[in-house]
């Protein structure tokens, strides 16, 4: 395959990948999706920590109860 043809494709292949963005928004997007991720999962954090203090709360009134 001619150096020429190779570059090509190489170029297309990039592009595609890329998905039509220039290799600066590629970055800028990437980094974007990654903060949001990360809310996401502090959010997440979050939300199992509260159940999880609602379970606590609710197997030591329980326990209360047999206990007493």
């Known amino acids: 395959m001619p150096e020429k043809d190779l570059d ?3 170029e297309r292949m990039l592009n595609a990948a890329l998905g039509g963005l220039t290799p600066h928004e590629a970055l ?4 974007l999706d990654e903060a949001a991720n990360v809310a996401e999962r502090a959010a997440a ?5 509260e159940r999880a203090l609602r379970l606590l709360a ?4 329980a326990q209360g109860k047999s206990g007493a």
């Open 8 to 10: 090509a494709k190489v």
């Open 28 to 31: 800028l997007k990437a980094s």
């Open 45 to 49: 954090k979050e939300k199992n920590r």
């Open 58 to 61: 609710e197997i030591e009134k």
